[in-house]
């Protein structure tokens, strides 16, 4: 979008500073999702986004809901938690930190109403009633603007964040959106489904007839652009990613219970067998939700349904574990 300074005399002036690239998914030549797909997104990457698709609909048979006009307040405040626990548990994974997390309590006290309002829609992926992938995308006339994306990270062979998108753009589409508008950050689904970019600005307005203005603009303006000259050269070398790791540091009060502390020793022997002590668990139980990565794995590459799979502990070795399915079987070992 452009921008214009009007005045009624001419000492206003403008600089004009480039600053990051922004990712767009024009969608105005595409009338499906298959559509885009085929003219956007290579063949073998759609073959990935099939199969895990697939894998999905067959592992969890996932229910998929778009929040717009209408949400329950327990809908939404249980999808809220559940995205800012899924921020937190990725976060904390990648020992990084990402600024939405000083934002949550805002986006929260106002989306429900902007929901409602159609300003706002979010998309969730629920596996039963638990919510596994959230996007939550402003609403700007034929816009979409994605603001925050979050998955459960104990799906990641599912590649729950592309599969959401792939979900999203189709309902834009039906919904008679041109574009889809991904914002800044190098994010590696941006770039596989991206279809144009942009450059973000800072305008710097000032009066010109001002000298002491005139110099300090200037002044300015050269700063940020020599800054945001270097800010590749300071990517390559990593400075935003220390930089996050310091805010992590910093803030690690925040994702204490977030870490894993243990390892997962795995044995897919078919002849396993059950020790005659064995007890049945719930998978539901909270206290057993350090297996859900390691189960969801399990479910993934066997082709196995969530219900058909029954998991048991060893009594006589206490971080024994079994995956018993259909077709496959699984013992866990948990080392702490």
Not at 102 to 120: G, H, N
Not at 277 to 295: G, H, M, P, R, V
């Amino acid at each position: 979008m452009e921008t214009e300074v009007v005045s009624n005399g001419s000492d206003i002036k403008i600089k004009k500073i480039n600053t990051y690239e922004g990712s767009l998914i024009n969608l105005k030549n595409y009338d499906s999702l298959n559509s885009y797909l085929k003219q956007e997104i290579s063949s073998q990457r759609r073959s990935t986004l099939n199969r895990c698709q697939k894998r999905l609909n067959l592992c969890i048979k996932p229910e998929y809901i778009m929040y717009y006009g209408q949400i329950s307040r327990e809908d939404y405040d249980m999808v809220f938690n559940s995205y800012k626990e899924m921020l937190l548990r990725r976060l904390a994974q990648k020992e990084s930190f990402w600024e939405e997390l000083d934002y949550w309590e805002e986006r929260y006290e106002t989306t429900f109403d902007l929901i409602i309002e159609k300003k706002v829609c979010v998309f969730v992926i629920y596996n039963g009633k638990q919510p596994i992938s959230i996007y939550i995308n402003s609403v700007y006339k034929n816009t979409l603007d994605i603001d925050v994306v979050t998955y459960d990270i104990d799906y990641s062979k599912f590649k729950l964040g592309f599969l959401a998108l792939t979900k999203v753009i189709e309902w834009a589409i039906d919904n008679k959106f041109d574009l889809i508008d991904m914002s800044k950050g190098d994010f590696y689904y941006k770039e596989r489904f991206r279809n144009k970019v942009y450059t973000f600005q800072k305008h710097l307005i000032y009066d010109s007839k001002n000298i002491a203005i005139l110099i300090k603009s200037n002044y300015i303006a050269f700063k940020l652009s020599l800054f945001y000259k270097l800010l590749p050269v300071l990517k390559k070398w990593n400075i935003n990613k220390l930089y996050r790791a310091y805010i992590y540091k910093r803030k690690k009060g925040m994702f204490e219970g977030y870490s894993n502390g243990y390892s997962v020793e795995i044995d897919d022997n078919l002849e396993i067998s059950l020790p005659q002590d064995s007890e049945l668990i719930q998978f539901e139980n909270d206290k057993y939700a350090f297996l859900k990565k390691t189960f969801m794995d399990f479910l993934f590459i066997n082709f196995e349904y969530i219900n058909d799979v029954a998991i048991y502990k060893s009594q006589n070795v206490v971080e024994s574990y079994f995956f018993i399915g259909k077709n496959k079987k699984q013992k866990i070992n948990i080392k702490v």
